[in-house]
């Protein structure tokens, strides 16, 4: 017997995506991978060092639930000195990635039939998410011609006596959208507990990004170090929550985690404080690759109204092409060779979309988009 919410959740398209690309590849075809937001550089030295010192001293046993205080206190004074925050390090609960603190938190704030206000088009796994735990997500949607940018006055419309929380994403996946500050503020005022994906801070091109912290502490943020320390197989994460929900997490983390990984704790701290002119030659790296393939999208005919300015990714508009996102992408990943990801995977208003990953050297995004200009051409004719 398998459970009914086990047997609804939706697929993750831009893993079944992935996980095709790699069957071509085992049949010796090369495929450009854009359709996963993954780095392409290697972690930091200094990470892996403090990783293998940590290793060779024993350390890779158990740790504080919560996670070790170093570390805490390193997030509290990384939040302190980029945001002018004050966070207290008992409010950090340290998980293998955001995404056990995602489940653990909806677990613990959601009854049944309580709501979550979304953006549309959203990160594919939050609805799943909030299903899972019982909730129900409620959708606002968010258009191109505005940057993919929540509207307060359209948010405001869908809270109702069930909203448990607003969910916000800055920079943003899959828009590459940064949320104005104007903007972040209006939401806080709202009313509804704020919580805020911050994974893509320090990916930011123009303009500069905001915790939700700096308008409310009703708010809870989720942050790691995968995407901008390039330590996405390493599983380290983080929540940061007001000072009532961190016992019920530290409960639920002791019986369903225990622990994040000793030795990859002390890789954080690493990262915190010895990794930021890496991290600054990544984004670097990352802008002049998002400069080449926006204008290489647009002369093939995507459209791309306002360009992205965070993360690694272009939602570009494919309605010329095709109404059926999922459907055109597995077309190009089999005739084009090139692994994109359908907008349908992220809410019904991505439909029509595809999201495009440039964590990917220059000469295979160039590849890319000759690979995609013969198929269009093709395609045509």
Same mark, same amino acid.
């Given at each position: 017997?398998?459970?009914?919410?086990?047997?609804?959740?939706?697929?993750?398209?831009?893993?079944?995506?992935?996980?095709?690309?790699?069957?071509?590849?085992?049949?010796?075809?090369?495929?450009?991978?854009?359709?996963?937001?993954?780095?392409?550089?290697?972690?930091?030295?200094?990470?892996?060092?403090?990783?293998?010192?940590?290793?060779?001293?024993?350390?890779?046993?158990?740790?504080?639930?919560?996670?070790?205080?170093?570390?805490?206190?390193?997030?509290?004074?990384?939040?302190?000195?980029?945001?002018?925050?004050?966070?207290?390090?008992?409010?950090?609960?340290?998980?293998?990635?955001?995404?056990?603190?995602?489940?653990?938190?909806?677990?613990?704030?959601?009854?049944?039939?309580?709501?979550?206000?979304?953006?549309?088009?959203?990160?594919?796994?939050?609805?799943?998410?909030?299903?899972?735990?019982?909730?129900?997500?409620?959708?606002?949607?968010?258009?191109?011609?505005?940057?993919?940018?929540?509207?307060?006055?359209?948010?405001?419309?869908?809270?109702?006596?069930?909203?448990?929380?607003?969910?916000?994403?800055?920079?943003?996946?899959?828009?590459?959208?940064?949320?104005?500050?104007?903007?972040?503020?209006?939401?806080?005022?709202?009313?509804?507990?704020?919580?805020?994906?911050?994974?893509?801070?320090?990916?930011?091109?123009?303009?500069?990004?905001?915790?939700?912290?700096?308008?409310?502490?009703? /708010?809870?943020?989720?942050?790691?170090? *995968?995407?901008? $320390? !390039?330590?996405?197989?390493?599983? =380290?994460?983080? &929540?940061? +929550?007001?000072?009532?929900?961190?016992?019920?997490?530290?409960?639920?983390?002791?019986?369903?985690?225990?622990?994040?990984?000793?030795?990859?704790?002390?890789?954080?701290?690493?990262?915190?404080?010895?990794?930021?002119?890496?991290?600054?030659?990544?984004?670097?790296?990352?802008?002049?690759?998002?400069?080449?393939?926006?204008?290489?999208?647009?002369?093939?005919?995507?459209?791309?109204?306002?360009?992205?300015?965070?993360?690694?990714?272009?939602? /570009?508009?494919?309605?010329?092409?095709? *109404?059926?996102? $999922? !459907?055109?992408?597995?077309?190009? =990943?089999?005739? &084009?060779? +090139?692994?994109?990801?359908?907008?349908?995977?992220?809410?019904?208003?991505?439909?029509?979309?595809?999201?495009?990953?440039?964590?990917?050297?220059?000469?295979?995004?160039?590849?890319?988009?000759?690979?995609?200009?013969?198929?269009?051409?093709?395609?045509?004719?």
């Amino acid at each position: 017997m398998i459970a009914k919410r086990a047997q609804e959740i939706a697929p993750f398209l831009a893993m079944e995506v992935l996980e095709r690309a790699v069957e071509l590849e085992a049949k010796g075809d090369h495929i450009v991978h854009l359709e996963v937001g993954e780095p392409d550089f290697p972690t930091p030295a200094c990470i892996q060092d403090a990783a293998a010192r940590a290793i060779k001293q024993g350390k890779i046993g158990y740790t504080h639930s919560l996670g070790i205080l170093p570390l805490r206190e390193a997030i509290a004074e990384h939040y302190h000195t980029k945001y002018g925050v004050q966070v207290s390090p008992e409010r950090i609960l340290v998980t293998a990635g955001t995404s056990p603190a995602m489940w653990m938190v909806f677990s613990a704030i959601l009854e049944p039939g309580d709501q979550v206000i979304l953006s549309n088009p959203h990160y594919a796994c939050y609805p799943n998410f909030i299903r899972f735990c019982g909730g129900e997500p409620v959708t606002v949607d968010v258009h191109e011609e505005d940057g993919f940018q929540f509207r307060p006055e359209a948010v405001q419309g869908r809270v109702g006596p069930r909203t448990q929380a607003i969910f916000i994403n800055s920079p943003a996946n899959p828009t590459g959208t940064l949320l104005s500050a104007e903007r972040m503020a209006a939401l806080a005022g709202l009313g509804p507990l704020i919580i805020s994906d911050e994974i893509y801070h320090g990916l930011v091109y123009e303009g500069r990004e905001h915790s939700i912290l700096e308008f409310t502490d009703r /708010a809870i943020v989720f942050n790691g170090f *995968s995407k901008a $320390y !390039a330590m996405t197989g390493w599983r =380290l994460g983080y &929540a940061i +929550v007001p000072p009532e929900l961190i016992r019920p997490l530290q409960k639920m983390h002791q019986n369903f985690f225990i622990s994040a990984n000793a030795f990859v704790q002390a890789a954080g701290i690493a990262a915190l404080r010895e990794a930021q002119p890496e991290v600054a030659r990544m984004r670097a790296t990352y802008d002049e690759r998002r400069r080449f393939v926006i204008p290489g999208l647009r002369r093939l005919g995507f459209g791309i109204a306002r360009e992205p300015t965070g993360a690694f990714y272009v939602l /570009a508009n494919a309605k010329r092409f095709t *109404s059926d996102s $999922y !459907a055109f992408a597995f077309e190009i =990943l089999e005739r &084009a060779k +090139v692994g994109v990801t359908p907008g349908v995977d992220f809410g019904s208003n991505g439909e029509g979309y595809l999201r495009f990953c440039y964590a990917n050297s220059k000469d295979n995004l160039a590849e890319a988009l000759r690979r995609l200009e013969v198929f269009l051409a093709g395609r045509s004719a």
